[in-house]
């Protein structure tokens, strides 16, 4: 059964930094991509980065320059790298990843950006 497990999340102020981690396990298929979506209350999720087994990352037009995506393909571990962060940033941050055709979520994680 494949699982992701998010951790890292917290409460940070503007301005503040935190680095998301999501771990996966349970396949024996290689997870083709591994990214980010977010829900902050009352939106629609929204996606925020992805890195490729192959090692392209891309991240939305609202965080470029701001944040960072990478993976580690040995772990089937992805990182977020959040600084210069912002109250509209406040949101529960999900982890996916693709494996074949299926997509398959990580519980989320909650990161409030508030003083």
């Known amino acids: 059964q494949v699982q992701l497990v998010e951790s890292g999340g917290g409460l940070v102020q503007p301005g503040g930094s935190l680095r998301l981690s999501c771990a996966a396990s349970?396949?024996?298929?290689?997870?083709?991509?591994m990214g980010w979506y977010r829900q902050a209350p009352g939106k629609q999720r929204e996606w925020v980065a992805q890195?490729?087994?192959?090692?392209?990352?891309a991240t939305a037009d609202a965080v470029k320059g701001r944040f960072t995506v990478s993976r580690d393909t040995v772990k089937n571990t992805v990182y977020l790298q959040m600084n210069r962060l912002k109250p509209e940033d406040t949101a529960v941050y999900y982890c996916?990843?693709?494996?074949?055709?299926?997509?398959?979520w990580g519980q989320g994680t909650q990161v409030t950006v508030s003083s």
């Open positions: 996916w990843g693709k494996i074949d055709s299926t997509a398959y």
């Open positions: 349970g396949s024996s298929r290689p997870i083709t991509i």
């Open positions: 890195g490729t087994v192959g090692g392209v990352a």
